[in-house]
């Protein structure tokens, strides 16, 4: 059973000095209990204390950090089976795969895409994270030219073989980047397990089903090997669900700690077909991959796995926000519609479609309503004409245009007679209260 | 450490609704695991796909989700016939958004003569969706219910502001009601229990839970279905088992994002796949929340998800 966080607290020095980065050892205490901190954050627990703890603590699924620097995914760590009982931590890793085949134009031309095919959404950036080099050509030489040519466009590697000697290969090029190495399977299971901590690299065992990765990840924690990632083998896409929702729950229901890993899937090798491999990979976003290995990156297929990705992985109890600001949507002029919203990002995202939609060249502001939607910020007196008006005084649209006129959602009609007071000049008009009848009311509008 | 595969316990089973009438009926409905969790328990029945015609010529359409349907857009018997024809619908959803008051504003006899034509010239079954406005839909609705009965079509959306009189007309004639509510689980449940107090028996009602697609907010339909799935399946709540309908095509194909061109930016890739991705890719994570019937339109889209649905239930 896990250790409750006072049992936690007992074993820890007790001496608040904040360097876990929560100001209290009750506080890490009880983020250890909650699987939130990982023990090492804390410089002084004893090496008895580590012990005791070290089981007892560690977070049903561990997280694997593959690759290093700040930019190196983290995959695992989940909690839940279902995102509303909490939320899902760590969205999967997209890799693509390169074999050490593939002609050097190819080869750059896709560590190129793993840099480029970036996406700005709501103030976050949506990319992939991995390369995964495949050494097909059963040559150790080769492939050591692959991974140093990866390594030096700074992408984070997954080195695939099955054969010790290429991994050795491609780690001499590459160790310092800690690359995961992929896969350690029954046959050689010792060598690579060996190259896995001579180096310190993250490694993946290869099994057929949960229950042969179970017996192979208790040998690699027998020899101290933890950063571990599973693959059950499967490739058809009934049984690589099923070994998905199987692994998770073992780990998380059952606390089954030798399935207590991330896992990394392969809809690149479960068809041909590029479209059906992004059906395929938006299943394993939903359903418990820690890792998605694709064919190639389209952005076609990546972007739409990228917003899935964000949306499913996003706090159910954090909405995500949109800055504050002005956002001018289809070249708008000086007598262009001035309207105003909230920075709820589903809200900004329905407005600024539905504006574009209307082609009307239009100035839309957005409030930050701490990320509350139009509704639910005016009923907690967030959205309301003392709010809105300073707002709209200072965020400096009434230089960009001649007119006085502004236009505000629907549900906020009962504030129009507040914000005539609050802005004199301006004529507060009453917009539709539905994103989807902004066009045909824009269509109306005039200055 | 011995391993021993986890199940859920379930205690509950999603009822079994059949739509349409005659040899081209088909029952939704009736697992008793979630989503393709074959492992635990069974799916009876396969989700179904039905295909969107609308009842007017489509405005600002992707030029990929039109092109499929080029010549027939016009007609929507000839449209729902392509469907069937062509792409081999199981369902059609005949969109009437020519009732919109914001829009059209047809009125709701003309609008009735429609449906029935297009009843007439399908034998699958046909959904029925208005446009959200109560006091249109109710016009529209009731006048529809009356002048197909005995088609046994499928009514929505039927929300709390409008059910009495539709779901009257709607037992009165003898079609299916799909209760629909904004992202809310309680809401839901509370729909569910109004309608069946107003006597529409539980064989004639399907759920409409409000879907989005990706970047738009799908997870909020995503977790409210699973929220439903496991109130229905593993908490014996009775009032959320009965099967969900997602209406998710003309979410996706509203955005912008099936609409930019790759010559625009070069980073989304061709505008034609993305539409297809993004639609397929939504109804995919519906399907995995617990979707019993989906709304969609593109025929490739279609194509890629009946291939998941068979793989995913191959034994």
Not at chain 1, 20 to 35: D, E, I, K, R, Y
Not at chain 1, 138 to 160: P, Y
Not at chain 1, 315 to 338: A, F, H, K, M, W
Not at chain 2, 143 to 154: M, P, T
């Amino acid at each position: 059973m896990p250790l409750t966080g006072i049992e936690i607290f007992k074993l820890l020095p007790k001496t608040n000095c904040g360097e876990c980065g929560v100001p209290t050892c009750l506080a890490f205490a009880m983020n250890l209990a909650s699987g939130k901190a990982e023990l090492s954050a804390c410089p002084y627990v004893t090496e008895e204390a580590k012990a005791n703890l070290e089981e007892a603590s560690a977070p049903p699924i561990l997280p694997v950090t593959i690759g290093v620097g700040p930019e190196a995914p983290k995959v695992g760590g989940e909690t839940v089976m279902f995102r509303h009982e909490k939320r899902f931590e760590n969205p999967p890793a997209l890799a693509i795969l390169i074999s050490d085949t593939m002609a050097e134009a190819e080869v750059k031309a896709r560590l190129d895409k793993c840099l480029q095919l970036q996406y700005e959404r709501v103030g976050l950036t949506l990319k992939p994270d991995l390369v995964a080099l495949k050494a097909d050509s059963g040559d150790t030489h080769k492939f050591e030219t692959l991974v140093n040519q990866a390594k030096v466009s700074g992408c984070r590697l997954i080195l695939m073989s099955e054969n010790p000697d290429i991994l050795a290969a491609g780690l001499k090029a590459g160790a310092d980047q800690k690359p995961l190495l992929y896969a350690a399977t029954e046959g050689n299971l010792d060598r690579v397990a060996g190259l896995a901590r001579e180096n310190s690299c993250p490694v993946a065992v290869k099994a057929s089903g949960p229950e042969g990765l179970a017996q192979l990840t208790e040998k690699l924690t027998a020899a101290g090997i933890r950063n571990i990632v599973l693959d059950s083998g499967a490739r058809t896409v009934r049984q690589a669900l099923e070994d998905q929702v199987i692994i998770r729950s073992a780990a998380l229901n059952k606390k089954f700690r030798p399935l207590g890993f991330p896992t990394i899937t392969f809809p690149a090798e479960m068809t041909d077909d590029p479209m059906k491999e992004a059906v395929i990979a938006s299943m394993f976003i939903a359903k418990y991959a820690g890792i998605i290995v694709l064919s190639d990156f389209r952005g076609e297929s990546l972007f739409p796995l990228l917003v899935e990705s964000m949306n499913i992985f996003t706090d159910p109890q954090r909405p995500l926000s949109t800055t504050e600001g002005i956002y001018e949507i289809n070249n708008p002029s000086e007598n262009s519609p001035v309207l105003i919203t909230s920075n709820f990002s589903l809200t900004y995202f329905i407005i600024s479609g539905e504006i574009e939609n209307s082609k009307i060249p239009s100035w839309l502001l957005v409030k930050d309503t701490e990320g509350l939607s139009v509704l639910t910020s005016w009923a907690a007196g967030k959205f309301s004409a003392d709010i809105i008006a300073p707002f709209v005084k200072k965020c400096g649209v009434m230089d960009k245009v001649k007119h006085q006129k502004l236009v505000i959602p629907g549900y906020l009609a009962a504030e129009s007679g507040g914000l005539e007071e609050e802005l004199p000049g301006w004529e507060i008009l009453v917009g539709p209260r539905e994103g989807a009848h902004i066009p045909a009311y824009l269509k109306t509008w005039q200055p | 450490m011995a391993f021993e595969i986890p199940k859920t316990t379930y205690n509950g089973k999603i009822k079994e609704i059949k739509l349409g009438k005659g040899d081209k009926a088909v029952t939704i409905g009736g697992e008793s695991s979630y989503p393709f969790y074959l492992f635990e328990s069974e799916m009876p029945h396969l989700p179904r796909i039905a295909m969107d015609v609308y009842d007017c010529p489509p405005v600002e359409w992707a030029e990929a989700a039109l092109e499929p349907f080029a010549g027939v857009t016009d007609d929507p018997v000839a449209w729902a016939q392509k469907c069937l024809k062509d792409y081999g619908a199981e369902m059609i959803c005949l969109q009437l958004l020519s009732t919109d008051p914001n829009g059209l504003d047809r009125g709701a006899d003309e609008a009735a003569e429609v449906v029935k034509k297009v009843a007439e010239a399908i034998d699958t079954p046909l959904i029925v969706w208005g446009t959200a406005n109560h006091d249109k839909d109710t016009e529209v609705l009731r006048r529809v219910a009356e002048v197909c009965q005995d088609k046994n079509l499928i009514l929505g959306p039927v929300e709390e502001g409008d059910h009495k009189k539709i779901g009257a007309a709607a037992i009165g004639y003898h079609h299916t009601v799909i209760a629909s509510t904004p992202i809310d689980i309680n809401l839901a449940k509370q729909l569910n229990i109004l309608l069946g107090n107003l006597g529409v028996p539980d064989e004639l009602l399907v759920m409409d839970p409000t879907v989005s697609g990706i970047g738009y907010g799908i997870e909020y339909a995503y977790s409210v279905m699973e929220r439903m799935r496991m109130a229905a399946l593993t908490q014996q709540d009775e009032k959320l088992q009965f099967p969900i309908i997602c209406n998710i095509a003309k979410e996706t194909w509203k955005t912008k994002e099936t609409k930019i061109s790759e010559s625009e930016n070069p980073k989304m890739g061709d505008a034609k796949k993305r539409g297809i991705l993004l639609e397929a890719m939504s109804a995919m994570t519906m399907l995995l929340a617990g979707g019993d019937v989906l709304i969609m339109r593109h025929p490739e889209a279609i194509k890629l998800v009946r291939e998941m649905i068979a793989e995913l239930t191959k034994a």
